[in-house]
Every structure is written in C-alpha cells, then in structure tokens.
C-alpha cells in the first residue's frame, strides 16, 4: 500500500449504530487530518493530530469521537449519528504541519449515509 | 486572519478551450501555495505547487504562478480535456498553525 489509504470506501449506517472509519498513511508523516466535505459545502477541517497529540478540534460534536494511536493510524469512531452527518469523509497527513510549506496528502474517502 | 478566495463556479468550457480559474489569498508570512483537485469519486490531490514569490508552479498542463505583488495564484491551462473535468481547490498554509485554508473549490466541466 502506499499514500493514505481509507476504509471502508462506502458505509451506510443507522443513526443508533456504532461504527469506525480508518485511515492509513504510509508516508512516514508525524501529522494526520480528518475533514468532512458535503455537497455545496466548503472543506471542514475535524481534527488534527501532530505526534499523536489531537492539536485541534474544530467545534466537533461528540458524537464523532478521533483516536490516534501512533503517527500511522487514525480512526474517527461514529455514534448516534443524524442524517446531516452523512458527508464524504476525508482523511490527510503531512510531514510539516505548523511551517509554510505545510503540503498534505489525502486518502480516497469514507463516503457515509446515515439513515 | 488567512484566507483564500476562488472564483464561484461551475466553469464550463468546450474540449481545447483556455482555462482560468482565479485565487486570491490574504497571508501572514510568505506561504507555499498550492492546487488541489478533485475528480469525480475520489478525494484530494496535489496538482501544483509553488513555494515563494514569482515561482511557477506546473502539473499535467497545468501552470500558476506566485504572484505577491497581486497575491494571486490563478490556475491555467492551455487547451483543456474532457478528463479535466474536477473540482479544483486553492490553498495555503494558515501562519502558525497545523492547518491548511482551502478556497471553496471551483468546478470544471468540459464537453466534447
């Protein structure tokens, strides 16, 4: 494998499920992103871990909940949903988050419905 | 603060027409500055680069070039392809922080 890689690809869940998205960066990166994008919406930044450590939670509700057990890993783990949270969910990680050339590289997405 | 400000789409041209899509941004410091795209069903890729004033950042046909005097990076190409048909995104580094600040993305559709 190799870039960032996301799964699942597609999740539909209902708004009492409990689920996880995960995502995989293979490009020895110390900082991980999640963004959510929905239709005729501007990019939303989630959450940013920098060496594990969250350094940014933009206003989140708690029912999405990140966990960043090392620099290659990033979960977003999904309760009680509504509808509106259905999005396409990206995650990103860079090498230099913090500096001017702070480039990031981005997975493929988790497109989630909620019912 | 940061910003970044891209023109309202869609943009919709015929096969081997000029493309322009126009970004201006407000930074503290000397930021890189970048294009990303979109294409149908997938997430977001680097298309260029540039990482200080007057560089020219180009991908794939595509070119943008620094411009602080004017702080714009607009986006060209000269003869565009149905493949080009994406969303494409201008941003930069926000000062002092992990994050980056995308414009709201404009969309390219082009046809046969």
């Known amino acids: 494998e190799t870039g960032v890689t996301q799964t699942p690809r597609h999740l539909v869940m209902g708004m009492t499920n409990k689920k996880s998205l995960k995502c995989e960066q293979h490009?020895?990166?110390?900082?991980m992103y999640w963004y959510k994008q929905s239709a005729k919406k501007p990019l939303e930044l989630m959450f940013v871990?920098?060496?594990?450590?969250?350094?940014e939670n933009n206003s989140v509700p708690s029912r999405f909940s990140p966990e960043c057990p090392n620099s290659s890993h990033l979960f977003l783990h999904l309760h009680t949903l509504q509808p509106e949270d259905s999005a396409l969910y990206l995650c990103?990680?860079?090498?230099?988050?913090?500096?001017?050339?702070?480039?990031?590289?981005f997975g493929p997405g988790t497109r989630l419905t909620v019912l | 603060g940061d910003s970044v400000t891209q023109m309202e789409g869609p943009v919709t041209l015929s096969e081997e027409a000029f493309l322009t899509i126009n970004c201006t941004y407000t930074?503290?410091?000397?930021?890189?500055l970048f294009w990303y795209v979109q294409y149908p069903g997938e997430g977001l890729q680097l298309l260029l680069k540039?990482?200080?004033?007057?560089d020219k950042g180009s991908n794939k046909g595509f070119e943008a070039t620094y411009r602080k005097e004017t702080t714009s990076f607009h986006l060209e190409k000269g003869s565009v392809q149905v493949s080009d048909s994406a969303v494409y995104f201008c941003?930069?580094?926000?000062?002092?922080?992990?994050?980056?600040?995308f414009g709201t993305g404009t969309r390219l559709q082009v046809f046969p």
């Open positions: 490009l020895g990166h110390n900082a």
């Open positions: 930074a503290t410091g000397y930021p890189s």
């Open positions: 540039a990482t200080k004033a007057d």
């Open positions: 990103a990680s860079s090498q230099d988050p913090g500096t001017m050339g702070n480039e990031q590289f």
């Open positions: 941003a930069l580094p926000s000062y002092n922080t992990d994050k980056l600040i």
């Open positions: 871990y920098n060496f594990k450590e969250q350094t």
